[in-house]
Nanobody
Framework: QVQLVESGGGLVQAGGSLRLSCAAS????????MGWFRQAPGKEREFVAG???????????FYADSVKGRFTISRDNAKNTVYLQMNSLKPEDTAVYYC????????????????WGQGTQVTVSS
């Protein structure tokens, strides 16, 4: 069982930045592919970004087109933590952001992830 705890959400003005963190409770963190998803009110959960674990081949990072060039996903395997740096935030980025872990390559499909955090709210004001 892997527990994931997100932090770093909050209220920010359009054009601002936030960095989300997700701490994982597993010694094999480096082997898990990690993803960030988000869900806005009244909308389905959507993929934001992913970063591959060391066991898996393929692109090391992957982004949704809507955040490409503005968001950066990274990981610190020594700290069992994955980050999402969000720059140039827009009101449409407002959502609950979830961290997820997957035993496999990067995927944009939420049901392919095995473990989920509780989420952290990001609100971008115009």
């Amino acid at each position: 069982q892997v527990q994931l705890v997100e932090s770093g959400g909050g209220l920010v003005q359009a054009g601002g930045s936030l960095r989300l963190s997700c701490a994982a409770s597993t010694r094999t963190f480096r082997s898990y592919t990690m993803g960030w998803f988000r869900q806005a009110p009244g909308k389905e959960r959507e993929f934001v970004a992913g970063i591959v674990g060391i066991n898996w081949s393929g692109s090391s990072t992957f982004y949704a087109d809507s955040v490409k060039g503005r968001f950066t996903i990274s990981r610190d395997n020594a700290k069992n933590t994955v980050y999402l740096q969000m720059n140039s935030l827009k009101p449409e980025d407002t959502a609950v952001y979830y961290c997820a872990a997957r035993w496999g390559t990067v995927s944009a499909v939420d049901h392919e992830y095995n473990y989920w955090g509780q989420g952290t709210q990001v609100t971008v004001s115009s």
